[in-house]
């Protein structure tokens, strides 16, 4: 993260943590004592926004705009032992491969229709898919975009960066370094930084960005033939799982059990809900490369301390099996795309599903 740490803003450990293990299952199930150590240090922090609205009308203007299908699938169903899986698939969101098409592209379509984008060059730093968003906006609104990568990011990647236009930086070993060269770069250059994270005294972008999120679950909400009682959503720094448990709570109430799903290596909001304020986290690099990062974005924390029900960390051999169900099922992806049916395999009965139980989960990303 850059500027303050996200643990300069904590006021204490909360009293009470509840955990359950179950072989290698390890879920946090959120209380209200949890919540309100969280929500206490995030005072200065906005909760996400639920206007949809806003992104919907502004991508009926985009040729590339279709909404994603809603599908489900008997074979995840039958895997998981529940009545009902839908795949909200967004491997093929306006030609990027990905929900984060919704993100970056709309800060600066926004910043277009006000006249502010065309000239303007926006830096970031990306894992993946983030910063396609970013050199696509840029690119259909005639501005510039510059992409810091860790040493990390596959060549591949930055060359699918270089065909939308955008300048490819190296920078550190791993994102937060990478993050941090673009903050700087902003800094240096007056350029605009674009990130999908948020933190002290860096939240307006990243709320309008987390704000194009909302589109997947408005749609989704429209297509589901029943509400869901369970909802398993795969987070990195946060974003999409905040966006989509914000939306959810505002179309079906406190129904649906939202579960949030991390790989162990990266359990950035499990570990900052356990402590009772944001945490920056250590582990080895995941497979689950777009999840693994080690510091909570803050609206997203704050979000989800008061959407989600449970907290839950994966191993890299559930993300592996994750991903191969869902090619199995006809539904490609990759670990991360698919950490939320992941999930949902090792879930089981401790989250409360049984034979009848409708479960939405979220197909993040395309195969690589």
């Not at 983030?130 to 975009?145: C, D, E």
Request: charged residues 15%; negative net charge.
């Amino acid at each position: 993260m850059v500027g303050p740490s996200a643990a300069d803003v904590g006021l204490g450990a909360p009293n009470v943590t509840i955990c359950c293990h179950s072989g290698a299952m390890n879920v946090l199930h959120k209380t209200p004592a949890l919540a309100d150590a969280v929500l206490a240090t995030l005072a200065d922090i906005p909760f996400p926004s639920v206007a949809a609205d806003r992104p919907s009308a502004l991508l009926t203007r985009c040729p590339a705009a279709a909404v994603t299908p809603l599908s489900e699938s008997p074979d995840l169903a039958k895997a998981a032992g529940v009545g009902h899986v839908h795949i909200k698939d967004e491997r093929g969101r306006m030609g990027l491969g990905s929900f984060k098409a919704l993100g970056a592209a709309y800060v600066i379509a926004r910043d277009a229709e006000e006249g502010n984008a065309k000239g303007r060059t926006y830096v970031t730093a990306s894992a993946g898919n983030h910063g396609l968003s970013v050199a696509a906006g840029a690119q259909a609104f005639g501005a510039r975009a510059v992409v810091y990568l860790a040493d990390t990011v596959p060549e591949g990647f930055a060359d699918r960066l270089r065909s939308f236009g955008a300048e490819v930086v190296r920078h550190g070993a791993i994102y937060e370094e990478a993050m941090a060269g673009a903050a700087q770069a902003a800094k240096d250059n007056d350029w605009a930084l674009l990130s999908d994270s948020s933190w002290p005294g860096y939240v307006d972008r990243p709320y309008t960005l987390m704000e194009g999120y909302l589109v997947l679950m408005q749609e989704a909400v429209a297509q589901m033939p029943a509400p869901p009682t369970h909802i398993f959503l795969q987070a990195g720094v946060g974003g999409l799982a905040t966006a989509c448990a914000a939306y959810a709570r505002v179309a079906w109430g406190d129904e649906p059990q939202i579960i949030v799903v991390e790989p162990e290596a990266a359990p950035a909001l499990y570990a900052s809900i356990e402590a009772g304020w944001a945490q920056v986290t250590e582990g080895p690099e995941s497979a689950m490369g777009r999840l693994d990062c080690k510091e909570p974005s803050l609206i997203a924390l704050k979000g989800l301390a008061r959407d989600a029900d449970e907290f839950m960390l994966i191993t890299e051999d559930e993300g592996a099996g994750g991903s191969a169900a869902c090619a199995d099922a006809g539904f490609p992806t990759t670990p991360s795309g698919g950490a939320g049916v992941a999930g949902l395999l090792v879930a089981g009965p401790s989250l409360g599903l049984t034979p009848e139980s409708r479960v939405l989960v979220i197909l993040s990303e395309q195969a690589s």
